[in-house]
């Protein structure tokens, strides 16, 4: 199974202000996902890592929000951008085995908080 | 569109009780997976199975189990012997296989287990 680190575990941001998370990956893997779960709730894919290209976003998410990077194969950054308490949520990476159906691991997650 | 659904908001039970968590799923699709997965008070989300639609056959490990029924649409899991350590959220997710871009989970909302001493 794939190691991840993400980082920060947590942070309280002001609003307005901007704050990048980092996943790294133990090994080269194909697929690296961002997911939000908001308090209480369920999680929702934010968008697909895509590796040397622009990330895929889903409806309701847009690059200029959620800036991602990709630079190689282990590791992503997201950008949570122009911060509101909206956007107070845990922040996961998830990663893909070997191929996109097989397991799928998520990071530790990162607790935000915008006051 | 696909749907995974937990009825169970929160469930408590007492040390050593057995305890069922249900989930029912919607996809018009003939090929998928299903996963549940741990979610700790420390948040991190933890793997516990993966399950394709052609497997139909239950599984155990250790004092968890999962019984698949594709005739109901169902991927209840069950925890034998409950432990404190047990308490956490357990998300149900489905994915589907049918190529290109279909690589999302869509979790259901989760059901809290609380196991008291």
């Known amino acids: 199974s794939a190691v991840i680190s993400q980082k920060p575990s947590r942070d309280i941001c002001q609003r307005g202000t901007s704050l990048t998370i980092q996943c790294q990956v133990d090994s080269q893997v194909t697929m690296m996902f961002w997911y939000r779960q908001q308090p209480g709730q369920s999680l929702t894919l934010i968008a697909t890592a895509n590796q040397g290209s622009e990330a895929t976003y889903e409806s309701g998410f847009v690059i200029d929000k959620f800036p991602i990077s990709r630079p190689n194969l282990t590791f992503s950054t997201l950008t949570v951008s122009n911060m509101s308490p909206e956007d107070s949520s845990i922040y996961l990476c998830s990663v893909g085995d070997r191929g996109y159906n097989e397991k799928l691991f998520f990071g530790s997650g990162t607790q935000l908080s915008v006051l | ?117």
Do not use: H, M
């Open chain 2, 1 to 117: 569109a696909q749907k995974v659904t937990q009825a169970q908001t929160e469930i408590s039970v007492v040390e050593k009780e057995d305890v069922t968590l249900d989930c029912v799923y919607e996809t018009r699709d003939t090929t998928y997976y299903l996963f549940w997965y741990k979610q700790p008070p420390s948040g991190e989300l933890v793997f516990l199975i993966r399950r394709n639609s052609f497997d139909e056959q239950n599984e155990i490990s250790g004092r968890y189990s999962w019984n698949f029924q594709k005739s109901t649409s169902s991927f209840n899991f069950t925890i034998t012997a409950s432990q404190v350590v047990d308490s956490a959220v357990y998300f149900c997710a489905l994915i589907l296989n049918s190529g290109g871009s279909n690589y999302k989970l869509t979790f259901g909302k989760g059901t809290l287990l609380t196991v008291n001493p």
